[in-house]
Nanobody, 124 residues
Framework: QVQLVESGGGSVQAGGSLRLSCAVS????????MGWFRQAPGKEREGVAT???????NYADSVQGRFTISRDNAKKTLYLEMNSLKPQDTAKYYC??????????????????WGQGTQVTVSS
């Protein structure tokens, strides 16, 4: 059973930074892709950033240039560095993973494993 546990959320002022981490436990075999998604109250869950098995990254337009996704396969950990945070970035952030993957999708349906989420609140 694969488990994902996020950490690093919190409250910051606009313009601040946060770094999210996602620890993967259990056996995830072969190539796998990972991603960060977020969901604000009353809104659908949306893709923020994904990273393919080979390290290729993809970002939502709303975070391009401000957020950086990275992974440490040896530590089985996914990261999201968030800079220049805006109030509209406020949401619960979820880590996701899918095995047997070479190229990630930004769609929630493209991922099989999900964490419980960590709250990010940005005040103006």
């Amino acid at each position: 059973q694969v488990q994902l546990v996020e950490s690093g959320g919190g409250s910051v002022q606009a313009g601040g930074s946060l770094r999210l981490s996602c620890a993967v436990s259990g056996y995830i075999y072969g190539s796998y892709c990972m991603g960060w998604f977020r969901q604000a109250p009353g809104k659908e869950r949306e893709g923020v950033a994904t990273i393919d098995n080979d390290g290729t990254t993809n970002y939502a337009d709303s975070v391009q240039g401000r957020f950086t996704i990275s992974r440490d396969n040896a530590k089985k950990t996914l990261y999201l560095e968030m800079n220049s945070l805006k109030p509209q970035d406020t949401a619960k952030y979820y880590c996701a993973a899918v095995d047997g993957c070479l190229v990630a999708t930004m769609r929630t349906s493209g991922f099989d494993y999900w964490g419980q989420g960590t709250q990010v609140t940005v005040s103006s």
